[in-house]
């Protein structure tokens, strides 16, 4: 009678197992993330602990606008990818992330926020159930206005497409604040060329903000690309250079050129006088010539 009881019992328990909690948690890993209105694709973490009676943990997100104007909303703030039907579905060092898109309103505002809180949790219970999403205004500062896609186009050599960014990475970015931009695309060419780890993506070159001039000024010599099999008799390297026309030859030279961007912030034009170069270097050190001249050049922001 004894062990009729005990099975009686342990068959209960194993009903319920499916509808428990058993020690599960889920929250937000953090309670508040900033980011610039040019921050574009993010996600943010959903932290889990312990162990759920049964898998998938399901969830959803509710959003809000906590702060801002009277005419902020969700969509204007961000997009997200997703916010309702989200699981964990327990597979070992896969993590769950909340994903939206920053949006770049283009004024100039104070920093708005948005509360996330997790909702109808089935087979976990409520650890941080809500986190603050912060934007901060990116539009009085001219050196994140410029960020974003360009079209390089000079008098005589044609275009190409450049990005305009503070780095590839948070360290990049953090490091170049407000001093250094990069600028990812050359003659054309936006995908890896080198063989080598740095810079990350190839060929970039790099333009020094100066705040107080409201001007960007090349950096000579600073690597575009490492190039392997050139047909050089040894690797090369590129060089960020500028030049001048003496005869109809381009004569390269290692003085800095000058920008200067419009008021609309759509426009970036350098000193007509100079040219900007790609200079071809061995990695020996020789000089081999270069890598397309621009001419009269001039960024303009792509629609």
């Not at 009277?70 to 597979?91: C, E, V, Y």
Request: glycine share 8%; with cysteine.
């Amino acid at each position: 009678m004894t062990v009729l009881l005990s099975v009686a019992l342990a068959s209960c328990e194993d009903s319920k197992g499916p509808e428990g909690a058993g020690d599960a948690t889920i929250g937000f890993a953090k309670e508040l993330y900033t980011f610039k209105e040019s921050a574009g694709l993010q996600r943010i973490p959903v932290a889990f602990t312990g162990e759920p009676k049964h898998y998938p943990i399901t969830f959803d997100v509710a959003v809000e606008v906590t702060t801002g104007d009277a005419d902020d909303t969700i969509d204007t703030l961000m997009h997200f990818t997703q916010t309702t039907g989200l699981k964990n579905a327990g597979i070992k060092d896969a993590t769950v992330y909340i994903e939206f898109t920053v949006k770049d309103n283009q004024y100039i505002n104070d920093s708005r926020q948005a509360t996330l809180t997790i909702v109808n949790v089935q087979g976990a219970e409520l650890a941080t159930a809500s986190t603050v999403i912060e934007i901060a205004d990116n539009d009085n500062n001219p050196y994140e206005k410029l960020w974003g896609d360009w079209v390089l186009t000079s008098a005589t050599q044609g275009s190409c497409e450049v990005n305009i960014s503070g780095g590839f990475t948070d360290k990049d970015i953090s490091d170049n604040a407000d001093k250094l931009l990069v600028c990812w695309g050359w003659n054309g060419y936006r995908e890896d060329v080198t063989g080598y780890a740095t810079p990350d993506h190839q060929p970039v070159w790099y333009l020094k903000y100066d705040a107080e001039k409201q001007t960007l000024t090349t950096v000579p010599e600073a690597l575009l690309a490492n190039i392997f099999n050139f047909n050089l008799g040894e690797d090369a390297e590129v060089k960020m250079l500028t030049g001048t026309l003496q005869d109809g030859k381009v004569v390269t030279r290692t003085t800095p050129v000058t920008a200067t961007w419009s008021q609309d912030m759509n426009t970036i034009t350098f000193d007509s006088n100079y040219l900007l170069v790609g200079g071809v270097y061995g990695v020996s050190g020789k000089y081999y010539g270069y890598w397309n001249a621009y001419d009269k050049v001039v960024l303009t922001r792509k629609k």
